[in-house]
């Protein structure tokens, strides 16, 4: 079980939009709509910002939208703010009670 | 407002076992809709599943570490432990308890709430 691929960076000027992509296979980010994303700053546990592909938790901000296409899973951050700066992981299910994180990208605002 | 706190050594030597121990403060650890579970974070890595536990016992591991790893519920204390055998240098990581929420009518499977994290280094 292999983790899911996302890019080392990600980088963009306040105010733009950028998108973060998790691959995964047909095992997994393909054949459930259940990704999760999650935000970890410097030193801190992970917080999650996104569930089952598209859901926000309760006070997460809405410039923050998941979204599937095939083994490719997104997290699209719109009017990028400085406080965005961090690394972010996804997750999905993988079958038979077991997930898979993903790589981890850090989000760098120029 | 539900808390996680882990406790245990921040030090193991090689080939021993680590043992690691998540109190549930805030909510009940019996709760119907949730497993808790075990995540953990190698210096400058990405996040690794490691497994989870229902109030009654059940309990699914990740399949690369099924060998070694034992995760137990105590609902007396509201706490739930790892215990991971044979460790190496590879275990070397910051390792997170969370509450999950599982798999079912094809929805869950996330984790919403997290402990602080505590490092355990494998070194003699």
């Known amino acids: 079980q292999s983790a899911l691929t996302q890019p080392a960076s990600v980088s963009g000027s306040p105010g733009q939009t950028i998108t973060i992509s998790c691959t995964g296979t047909?095992?997994?980010?393909?054949?459930?709509?259940?990704v999760s994303w999650y935000q970890q700053n410097p030193g801190k546990a992970p917080k999650l910002i996104i569930y089952e592909g598209s859901k926000w938790p309760s006070g997460v901000s809405n410039r923050f939208s998941g979204s599937k296409s095939g083994t490719t899973a997104s997290l699209t951050i719109s009017g990028l703010q400085a406080e965005d700066e961090a690394d972010y992981f996804c997750c999905s299910y993988a079958g038979y009670s077991r997930g898979v994180f993903g790589t981890g990208t850090k989000v760098t605002v120029l | 407002q539900l808390q996680l706190q882990e406790s245990g050594p921040g030090l193991v030597k090689p080939s021993e076992t680590l043992s690691l121990t998540c109190t549930v403060s805030?909510?009940?650890?019996?709760?119907?809709?949730?497993?808790w579970g075990w995540i953990r974070q190698p210096p400058g890595k990405g996040l690794e599943w490691i497994g989870n536990?229902?109030?009654?016992?059940?309990?699914y591991y990740n399949p690369s570490l099924r060998s070694r790893v034992t995760i137990s519920v105590d609902t007396s204390k509201s706490q739930f432990s790892l215990r991971l055998s044979s460790v190496t240098a590879a275990d070397t990581a910051v390792y997170y308890c969370?509450?999950?929420?599982?798999?079912?009518?094809?929805?869950?499977?996330?984790?919403?709430?997290w402990g602080q994290g505590t490092l355990v280094t494998v070194s003699s």
């Open positions: 047909s095992s997994d980010v393909a054949s459930y709509n259940l």
């Open positions: 536990i229902y109030y009654t016992g059940s309990t």
């Open positions: 805030g909510g009940s650890i019996s709760s119907n809709s949730h497993y």
């Open positions: 969370a509450r999950h929420l599982p798999y079912a009518y094809s929805s869950g499977w996330y984790f919403d709430y």
